[in-house]
């Protein structure tokens, strides 16, 4: 018996280091410890360009993903949040884009300026960087999708490993259904310069991925979690424990696509437009707020 | 003594039997994203040759064996002459790819585009070739630069050229702005050509669409609805049937879709479903026209796999059969199949 849980426990061991570091807000704790997976509970996804561009854990989020997972209904529902949406930003002082609050105030500020612009509560949060998501995909074994257009952009950030931050290199993914690994689902998610709906088109690839990783997610083991706990060790913050991430992991795999609602915020509920000299995305809250209202409640 | 013995053998026991814990645990492990090389196993036998790619390689399969016949290097996305006697393959590097004619052992012959420049913005792509009905030109998808002079427009567009090495390309399509333009060049034995043009609706959907154009530079029509999103054609040998994947709204799954067509005319009969509900990708027709090649995955979310499916209306979807079981294959690559 000895013998046996020293075996599980050599093998689980990345699990329970992975436990060990940080997976709390900067303000130490969970945010609002859930009582378990039978609770509506919304989650923030959180993506960041991590490279040697930005000081240590001051970073713009490229990509902000509002989750509410409702386990008893089997709904969930994904708002992407614009990351040029012009809003106040919580504890600054300022009025900017939303993808500034993480960058000046850590994930504390972040949360709490989609909490008070989008009139939501947030239980979780999870932050991943760049190599974090290409190695959580590479360990997930890869995703399947199905790539609507051609994804054609001759300015793609060449930042993850090269010795230059600013350098670039030209993506081309052909559509069709296609198995991306971690770096080319990377490039799916990124990729802007050649589409006519710019960050509009980048959002909703985000989603998709999002429900490629859930159909992944579905295949994985419990003996999965050492390797996925190894791959996440340290690109990855989060509030969500191991053991209810792994619960909802489970809960993910009953939904099927059309349990998901998706909401993107193009026009009208947003429009593009011009302050402080840079180009931005203005609210119109008075359509934002009763359709989040609505999957948000 | 008997004693330390005694422990030494429970000790050594016990040290077996954690070991052998931990490796039922690992071997619990769930098999994504395994996949072995298709030179290392087997699928079941079809009749003539097919070719297909994983990871860059060139393989030949015929009688359920798959022999490898290129290096691991950008190889992708083959396609036959009509006789049979040469293959066009894109060889894909970091910023540019090549259209290369190869033998059926997979022995380069000729280098027929030079895409690759010094700057990086200079480089273009060659994709999706495909050989002209006699054999003698080769249409492919490539991203002419922008003649409005935008560095960020990518789109691709449909050209022509010699199937041998000099002479120039000529430009077929002109695709929608910033859509990432046309893709999947079919050439017609009349002399047109049936490609996938993509367009984004006033909802700021993207839909695909597969259109005939009779010649160069025609408006030319449309085979398929906007909310079908069908793309990647593949004619039957005698040009009356047409498979495509259609996903109609769909970001998750497609199905493949039989039809007739009239490749005069451009009018495609009654649609019939044979494979839904998977990520079906890449038909093509057997050299009888009998039986459609496709890849798709045997488990959700698992890796492209071959299948096949009767090439007749009213073929059930229980009808597809995997080939292959464990061989992760490059769905962009559709298979070639010839006598």
Known sequence: MLAGLLGLTAYFLPLFQSSATPLQTSGGGLLNPISGPTQPFTVLLLGSDDDTKFAQDQYNTQSMILVRVDPANKQATMLSIPRDLWVPIAGQGYTGKIDTAYQKGGVDSAIATVQNNFHVHIDDYVWIGLKGLVKLIDSMGGVNIVVTNPVMDGFYPNDLDGSNPYGYYRVALLPGPVHLDGVHALQYVRSRHGDLRGDFARSERQQQLLMAMKAQASRLSISDLPDLARAMNGEVKTSISLDRMRALFSVLGQYNGSAIHRILLGPPYTSEGWADGQSVVFPDWDRILPAVQQSFP | MIKVATYA???????????????????????????????????????????????????????????????????????????????????????????????????????????????????????????????????????????????????????????????????????????????????????????????????????????????????????????????????????????????????????????????????????????????????????????????????????????????????????????????????????????
């Not at chain 2, 199937?163 to 060049?185: E, F, M, R």
Request: hydrophobic share 35%; aromatic share 10%; with cysteine.
């Open chain 2, 9 to 339: 053998v429970l000790i050594a026991a016990m040290v077996a039997f954690g070991f052998g814990v931990y490796r039922v645990a690992g071997a619990m492990k769930s098999d994504a994203g395994h996949a072995v090389r298709p030179s290392s196993t087997t699928g079941v036998a079809l009749p003539y040759t097919m070719y297909v790619t994983q990871s860059g390689a060139l393989y030949q399969f015929k009688g359920g064996q798959f022999k490898q016949i290129t290096g691991d290097n950008g190889w992708t996305e083959p396609s036959a002459s009509p006789d049979g006697t040469k293959l066009v393959v894109v060889s894909k590097h970091l910023n540019y790819s090549d259209l290369y004619l190869l033998s059926p052992d997979g022995q380069v012959k000729a280098q027929l585009t030079h895409h690759e420049a010094a700057s990086i913005e200079g480089n273009h792509w060659g994709f999706l070739p495909r050989f002209s009905a006699d054999g003698t030109q080769v249409f492919y998808s490539y991203d002419n630069t922008d003649p409005y002079g935008s560095s960020y427009r990518a789109d691709l567009a449909i050209f022509e050229r010699p199937a041998s090495q000099g002479g120039g390309a000529v430009q077929w399509t002109d695709p929608n702005q910033y859509t990432g333009g046309d893709t999947y060049p079919v050439p017609l034995r009349e002399g047109g050509l049936l490609y996938t043009r993509y367009l984004i609706d006033d909802k700021s959907q993207v839909h695909s669409q597969i259109r005939l154009v009779p010649e160069r530079g025609a408006a030319g029509l449309a085979l398929t609805a906007p909310a079908g999103d069908c793309e990647q054609p593949a004619l039957s040998p005698d040009q009356t049937s047409i498979a495509m994947i259609c996903r109609h709204g769909s970001t998750q799954s497609t199905e493949l879709v039989l039809a007739s067509i009239d490749t005069g005319t451009g009018v495609i009969g009654h649609e019939s479903v044979l494979v839904t509900g998977q990520m079906a990708a890449a038909p093509a027709f057997s050299p009888d026209g009998k039986t459609i090649a496709f890849l798709a995955p045997v488990q959700q979310g698992g890796p492209f796999q071959l299948w096949t499916v009767p090439a007749v209306a009213s073929a059930s979807p229980a009808a597809a059969r995997p080939i292959t079981q464990n061989v992760a294959l490059d769905s962009g690559s559709a298979p070639v199949w010839i006598r």
